[in-house]
T-cell receptor
Framework: EDQVTQSPEALRLQEGESSSLNCSYTVSGLRGLFWYRQDPGKGPEFLFTLYSAGEEKEKERLKATLTKKESFLHITAPKPEDSATYLCAVYPVLSGGYNKLIFGAGTRLAVHP | SQTIHQWPATLVQPVGSPLSLECTVEGTSNPNLYWYRQAAGRGLQLLFYSVGIGQISSEVPQNLSASRPQDRQFILSSKKLLLSDSGFYLC??????????FGPGTRLTVT
């Protein structure tokens, strides 16, 4: 069964304290892996797509990386405005052309000044 | 650019009442459309997806139904709401074979 697990469930950082969020996945084959940011009471906001192991994407203080079994979202020198829930989703090969994504439960990040 | 709308933003309904949530997408044609439900502290559960007008696939048996009367319109309905239908409902669209883009969501409370 295709599965996505995110860790930790919650993370508290001081402003400027870099860290990483983990997304482990088990799928029959991977078409793509996506990272989203979700603020309370809002819909998820798309951040990155990764397609193959070794690929990296960056946006401001965020960098996403991908291996054959997991993805990391590295946050460098975070600011309080980076506080949000970060969701990881995979697009399995067997979902066909409908890109039915499988989401993890998310990591709640709180950055304190 | 593409925009996705959902309404209402919040809804409080009594048990046994009907439900209709609407989602529309602007700036694209023939998108794949999706309805998700998100429970507090949990991941997104896919409820329905559609690859075209009148083409609806259901992921889980439940008290809800979906319809796609127009290319860029997706509707989530129920004839009689249950307490367990409470949650945050999200509509999403995709150009197909890639990332999905989400709407602002509807917070439904069934009392």
């Amino acid at each position: 069964e295709d599965q996505v697990t995110q860790s930790p469930e919650a993370l508290r950082l001081q402003e400027g304290e870099s860290s990483s969020l983990n997304c482990s996945y088990t799928v029959s084959g991977l078409r793509g892996l996506f990272w989203y940011r979700q603020d309370p009471g809002k819909g998820p906001e798309f951040l990155f797509t990764l397609y193959s192991a070794g690929e990296e994407k960056e946006k401001e203080r965020l960098k996403a990386t991908l291996t054959k079994k997991e993805s990391f979202l590295h946050i460098t020198a975070p600011k309080p405005e980076d506080s949000a829930t970060y969701l990881c989703a995979v697009y399995p090969v067997l979902s066909g052309g409908y890109n039915k994504l499988i989401f993890g439960a998310g990591t709640r990040l709180a950055v304190h000044p | 650019s593409q925009t996705i709308h959902q309404w209402p933003a919040t809804l409080v309904q009594p048990v046994g009442s009907p439900l209709s949530l609407e989602c529309t997408v602007e700036g694209t044609s023939n998108p794949n459309l999706y309805w998700y439900r998100q429970a507090a502290g949990r991941g997104l559960q896919l409820l329905f997806y559609s690859v075209g007008i009148g083409q609806i696939s259901s992921e889980v048996p439940q008290n809800l139904s979906a319809s796609r009367p127009q290319d860029r319109q997706f509707i989530l309905s129920s004839k009689k709401l249950l307490l367990s239908d409470s949650g945050f409902y999200l509509c999403a669209w995709s150009p197909g074979g890639s990332e999905q883009y989400f709407g602002p969501g509807t917070r439904l409370t069934v009392t």
